[in-house]
């Protein structure tokens, strides 16, 4: 799926496309990655996503871990933006904005019954503000979150240039 990165440093828009993951593709720590790519790539039921640029498909700019809980509920295990995007001195903004909308693309291709459409997911304490005020996400409790669908078709249309039916 195409989507368009943005330069922090002029706000030029990138050409970039997210796709299936294999073990290859799997950043690793020594180069300043915070999770063990590798070893979660062997989570029996996995899917993994990245997001590179088109004209450097080889260059991962972030990754995205998912699972179906039950067969019906899409839960989002990890993301992590490459180490190079972090914060305002990165070269590239919209990556996680990119990778969440995504995984609410994919709630509403592979969840089922009430929780179609629906992306739950735990936040490391000092990012549930983030979540919520950047992202729409709806807090539930302790560390728990979630995208409602509302919330997940705001953000592919933001970040994915899709348009939705109102429903």
């Keep these: 799926m195409k989507v368009f990165l943005k330069a922090i440093e002029n706000g030029e828009l990138v050409e970039a496309i997210i796709t299936k993951a294999e073990k290859g593709d799997m950043p690793l720590r020594k180069d300043g990655w915070q999770f063990t790519w590798k070893k979660l790539f ?22 995205l871990m998912l699972t179906l809980i039950n067969e019906e509920m ?12 972090y914060g305002s001195t990165g070269k590239y903004d919209n990556v996680a904005g990119c ?3 995504f995984a609410c693309y994919k709630s509403f291709e592979l969840g089922k019954n009430h929780y179609l459409g629906f992306l739950t997911f735990e936040s490391k304490t000092q990012l549930i503000e983030l ?25 592919m249309k933001k970040f994915l240039l899709i348009e939705f039916n109102k429903q």
């Design 131 to 155: 979540y919520e005020r950047k992202y729409g996400a709806t807090f539930a409790m302790g560390q728990k979150m979630f995208f409602d669908p509302g919330a997940g078709k705001k953000l």
């Design 74 to 85: 899409l839960y989002m295990n990890n993301l992590e933006v490459a180490p190079h995007n």
């Design 42 to 63: 062997s989570t029996d039921g996995a899917l993994f996503y990245k997001l590179a640029k088109v004209a450097t498909p080889e260059e991962v700019e972030g990754i």
């Design 99 to 101: 990778l969440i909308a």
